[in-house]
T-cell receptor, first 114, second 117 residues
């Protein structure tokens, strides 16, 4: 049973460029959430996708957008990259036990903006 | 606003001893969930233990137990018989239930645990 997978593992971009990060949820899960974790901090919620729609969004600008596909996989897009976007981007899937609604995390994509 | 506070930036423990990592939370919701995650240097967040706000018994998962004191709004993680592989960052998180039945996790700043031989 494959867990949550993310690609790529590392990425280096230049200010002003655009980036796309990918996530495949754990088998049986239908909800994908994205988090940004800056160095030395806890993860911050970006947004959540369910049934191919953005259901909730955290305090992030419109430069951050996403998509969910019919197979529940998801993409996170960031436009006009800033130095401050350098972080570990974590994808989490859920949808198994609705009572606990535990979120299973992937290994993350480490984005460096120069 | 909901908030998680972890006041210990770093903790040290001798191998085979027990250690307690502190977590306090702030919420006005009656129904909520509390989680502990372990994050090794590889970056992946590993689920350790869950406590629901209506659970009367403290949660336990192997060497991990959660000391849940609802009146004090604390949810401390206790790791018994520490192992060298327990060295990692530990995050306390609270599930915030949002409208429409959706939810998000709110994380604390984390505690770095170092286990010494």
């Amino acid at each position: 049973d494959a867990g949550v997978t993310q690609s790529p593992t590392h990425l280096i971009k230049t200010r002003g460029q655009q980036v796309t990060l990918r996530c495949s949820p754990k088998s049986g899960h239908d909800t994908v959430s994205w988090y940004q974790q800056a160095l030395g901090q806890g993860p911050q919620f970006i947004f959540q996708y369910y049934e191919e729609e953005e259901r909730q969004r955290g305090n992030f600008p419109d430069r951050f957008s996403g998509h969910q596909f019919p197979n529940y996989s998801s993409e996170l897009n960031v436009n006009a990259l800033l130095l401050g976007d350098s972080a570990l981007y974590l994808c989490a899937s859920s949808g198994g036990d609705r009572e606990v609604d535990e979120q299973y995390f992937g290994p993350g994509t480490r984005l460096t903006v120069t | 606003a909901q908030k998680i506070t972890q006041t210990q930036p770093g903790m040290f423990v001798q191998e085979k001893e027990a250690v307690t990592l502190d977590c306090t939370y702030d919420t006005s919701d009656q129904s909520y969930g509390l989680f502990w995650y372990k994050q090794p240097s590889s970056g992946e967040m590993i689920f350790l233990i869950y406590q629901g706000s209506y659970d009367e018994q403290n949660a336990t998962e192997g060497r991990y137990s959660l000391n849940f004191q609802k009146a004090r709004k604390s949810a401390n993680l206790v790791i018994s018989a520490s192992q060298l592989g327990d060295s990692a960052m530990y995050f306390c998180a609270m599930r915030e239930d949002l409208s429409g039945g959706y939810n998000k996790l709110i994380f604390g700043a984390g505690t770095r645990l170092a286990v010494h031989p």
